[in-house]
């Protein structure tokens, strides 16, 4: 799987649109970009995909480059309980070698 | 979403003693999962890929005879920490994979080791 890099972390008032950036400029053609949050001493919780195309759901938005090297997550309106770590994975979407690793993530403290 | 839960949420074990951790797809069938343990302020690190009926793959550094896994049924994964000592002390993670391949976490388990 393609490495990715991410700010170690970030800040944002509340109510204001937080956008966590994530390069991998090595992913490949068939590889999806794919966001995981992790609240203080939970498990990750999925927040989107996408390969190449935008994509937007009730938690988050994925912008993609056109050339796929990066992608920002955004929180459109933040609050306090978005506070987590932030992890950006590119993966394969389906197969049985594919194996999941994480990286350091970006750590996003929302503030009053 | 998927739901996978664990069990127990958080274990306080003597050194010496061995610990399981249970891991439950409640509403799926996971033919893999796999195993994180993740240390304060790091990031997750897979310890191992559990696929049912088959025996466990263990990253580099993860000692199989230590951290046993039993992958019997589609529902069920369990980790045992044989022989606890305090540097095992961690959070445990589990995460089911679907027959789609979408990956969903458990809430994990906190093992403190005294």
């Known amino acids: 799987d393609a490495k990715t890099t991410q700010p170690t972390s970030m800040d944002c008032a509340e109510g204001r649109a937080a956008n966590l950036p994530c390069n991998h400029s090595t992913i490949s053609g068939n590889e999806y970009v794919y966001w995981y949050r992790q609240i203080h001493s939970q498990g990750p919780q999925y927040i989107i995909h996408g390969l190449k195309n935008n994509e937007t759901n009730e938690m988050a938005s994925l912008i993609i480059t056109e050339d796929r090297k990066s992608s920002t997550l955004i929180l459109p309106h933040a609050t306090l309980r978005d506070t987590a770590v932030y992890y950006c994975i590119v993966r394969l979407l389906s197969g049985g070698s594919y194996i999941p690793t994480f990286g350091r993530g970006t750590s996003l403290i929302v503030h009053p | 979403g998927a739901v996978v839960s664990q069990h127990p949420s958080w274990v306080i074990c003597k050194s010496g003693t061995s610990v399981k951790i249970e891991c439950r797809s409640l509403?799926?069938?996971?033919?893999?999962m796999f195993w994180y343990r993740q240390f304060p302020k790091q990031s997750l690190m897979l310890m191992a890929t559990s696929n049912e009926g088959s025996k466990a793959t263990y990253e580099q550094g993860v000692e199989k005879d230590k951290f046993l896994i039993n992958h019997a049924s589609l529902t069920l994964s369990t980790l045992t920490v044989t022989s606890a000592h305090p540097e095992d002390s961690s959070f445990y993670i589990c995460s089911a994979r679907t027959i789609t391949y979408e990956q969903y976490f458990g809430p994990g388990t906190r093992l403190t080791v005294t």
């Open positions: 509403d799926f069938q996971a033919t893999t």
